[in-house]
């Protein structure tokens, strides 16, 4: 299958998306991934990269376009992918979509995972971090460390990300809504889109999910 996820910041893209590719046994393919493997090898595209994002500038969309091409023409993704902050407008959209006609292939779905807004910023911006070990994540309500401000693991002090702030949330919210929303508009009328609710566990998510996209293609 050929996925692309959308969603919210604060929707759990990223966990879903390692489960799912790994339930239907096809490459995970993240923006983030894509920018750290070209920019780690040196490679044209990841300089062209670097020196945007060292100059505090956006990554220009030809490029990101570049490296997504590159990441799908790999062989461990002949038989499907699921695509993770890719595309990002519509422009890219429409630039995967002439990609994969080159090749004489389309998308199967896109996933919506819907979360209302209150929930995004309430899971963002309480989540808190260790000092010592970023890996450490706790929620002030969801998953509470012991002692508050204190790691369970290690003993670290845990703290806030200056990016996951209530007003910084909204901010990315706003950006998430003016420039990625359109896309799913835009495979609305493809007819591919296929909404679900990510409140809850996250293998019922992922459950969900999977029944989802097995009954539309059912």
């Given at each position: 299958?050929?996925?692309?996820?959308?969603?919210?910041?604060?929707?759990?893209?990223?966990?879903?998306?390692?489960?799912?590719?790994?339930?239907?046994?096809?490459?995970?393919?993240?923006?983030?991934?894509?920018?750290?493997?070209?920019?780690?090898?040196g490679?044209?595209?990841?300089?062209?990269?670097?020196?945007?994002?060292?100059?505090?500038k956006?990554?220009?969309?030809?490029?990101?376009?570049?490296?997504?091409?590159?990441?799908?023409?790999?062989?461990?993704?002949?038989?499907?992918?699921?695509?993770?902050?890719?595309?990002?407008?519509?422009?890219?959209?429409?630039?995967?979509?002439?990609?994969l006609?080159?090749?004489g292939?389309?998308?199967?779905?896109?996933?919506?995972?819907?979360?209302?807004?209150?929930?995004?910023?309430?899971?963002i911006?309480?989540?808190?971090?260790?000092?010592?070990?970023?890996?450490?994540?706790?929620?002030?309500?969801y998953?509470?460390?012991?002692?508050?401000?204190?790691?369970?693991?290690?003993?670290?002090?845990l703290?806030?990300?200056?990016?996951?702030?209530?007003d910084?949330?909204?901010?990315?919210?706003?950006?998430?809504?003016?420039?990625?929303?359109?896309?799913?508009?835009?495979?609305?009328?493809?007819n591919?889109v296929?909404?679900?609710?990510?409140?809850?566990?996250?293998?019922?998510?992922?459950?969900?999910?999977?029944?989802?996209?097995?009954?539309?293609?059912?």
């Open positions: 299958m050929r996925i692309v996820l959308v969603g919210p910041p604060g929707a759990g893209k990223g966990t879903q998306a390692a489960y799912l590719a790994k339930n239907l046994s096809i490459p995970q393919i993240s923006t983030g991934d894509l920018f750290r493997a070209n920019i780690s090898q490679t044209d595209l990841g300089k062209q990269a670097r020196a945007f994002m060292d100059a505090g956006l990554v220009p969309d030809e490029v990101t376009i570049g490296m997504a091409k590159d990441r799908m023409s790999q062989p461990d993704a002949e038989n499907g992918f699921l695509l993770d902050g890719f595309p990002r407008n519509v422009g890219q959209a429409e630039a995967l979509d002439a990609m006609k080159d090749e292939t389309k998308l199967d779905a896109v996933l919506d995972l819907e979360v209302p807004e209150d929930e995004v910023v309430k899971r911006a309480g989540r808190r971090i260790c000092r010592n070990d970023g890996s450490h994540v706790f929620h002030v309500t998953n509470p460390p012991k002692a508050e401000g204190v790691c369970d693991v290690c003993g670290g002090e703290y806030q990300r200056d990016d996951d702030t209530e910084t949330v909204r901010t990315r919210l706003e950006v998430y809504h003016s420039q990625t929303e359109p896309i799913i508009d835009y495979y609305r009328a493809q591919l296929v909404t679900i609710s990510a409140l809850g566990k996250v293998t019922d998510v992922t459950e969900r999910a999977m029944e989802a996209l097995k009954s539309d293609k059912g």
